[in-house]
């Protein structure tokens, strides 16, 4: 069985560009929450999609989006890039929506802003 | 306000002593808790998790946690910690009604050989 994937590993962007993170999620998992891990910090959820449609968000701007395709693997998109986007951007799978399944998250991908 | 909050930040103990790792929580009713671990180059791994029943829950790697209503906490403990046990420990929230984890700050644990 593999586990949540995610790439690139890492990634150096400047100001105002855009990013795209991507995510496989588990087998037969179909809901993927997305989560920014500044330094020090705890993990922030950003949002979840489940069966392709966003199904919660946290407080981020728009400019934040994503996207789940057929086979459940996401996507992260941040345009417009600032400095405090600088962070460990993490990837979670759980079998469905309900609160009490486990996610698991996966290695992370490592943005740095200049 | 629903929060999660890990009043330590850093804690250092000696290989072979106990531990215990605080968490309060402030929710209303009885929140989903979890505790996970995330060590230097891992994924955060779920170490255990509390929904209903048995306040006392046990996990991998020897862990157990404690769910108190009375005192909002979800303790997390280990009668004798090892050297591998060194990692950063997050207790998270979720209100059972909405997808989304609330993540405490963390505690960074550090063992002593």
């Known amino acids: 069985e593999t586990g949540v994937t995610q790439s690139p590993t890492h990634l150096i962007k400047t100001r105002g560009q855009q990013v795209t993170l991507r995510c496989s999620s588990q087998?037969?998992?179909?809901?993927v929450s997305w989560y920014q891990q500044a330094l020090g910090q705890g993990p922030q959820f950003i949002f979840q999609y489940y069966r392709e449609e966003e199904n919660g968000r946290g407080n981020f701007p728009p400019r934040f989006s994503g996207l789940q395709f057929p086979n459940y693997s996401s996507e992260l998109n941040v345009n417009a890039l600032e400095l405090d986007d600088s962070a460990l951007y993490l990837c979670?799978?759980?079998?469905?929506?309900?609160?009490?399944?486990?996610?698991?998250f996966g290695p992370g991908t490592r943005l740095t802003v200049l | 306000a629903q929060s999660v909050t890990q009043p330590d930040i850093h804690i250092t103990v000696s290989e072979g002593a106990s531990l215990e790792l605080r968490c309060n929580y402030s929710y209303g009713a009885t929140p989903y808790l979890f505790w996970y671990v995330q060590s230097p180059g891992q994924g955060l791994q779920l170490l255990l998790k509390?929904?209903?029943?048995?306040?006392l829950v046990q996990g991998i790697k020897g862990f157990e946690a404690e769910f108190k209503r009375s005192q909002s906490s979800f303790n997390l403990r280990k009668p004798s910690v090892h050297w591998s046990d060194a990692a950063e420990y997050f207790c998270?929230?979720?209100?059972?009604?909405?997808?989304?984890?609330?993540f405490g700050t963390g505690t960074r644990l550090q063992v002593t050989l």
């Open positions: 509390y929904f209903s029943g048995d306040t």
């Open positions: 087998s037969g998992h179909n809901t």
């Open positions: 998270v929230f979720n209100t059972g009604t909405a997808s989304k984890l609330t």
């Open positions: 979670a799978s759980s079998l469905d929506r309900a609160g009490y399944n486990e996610q698991f």
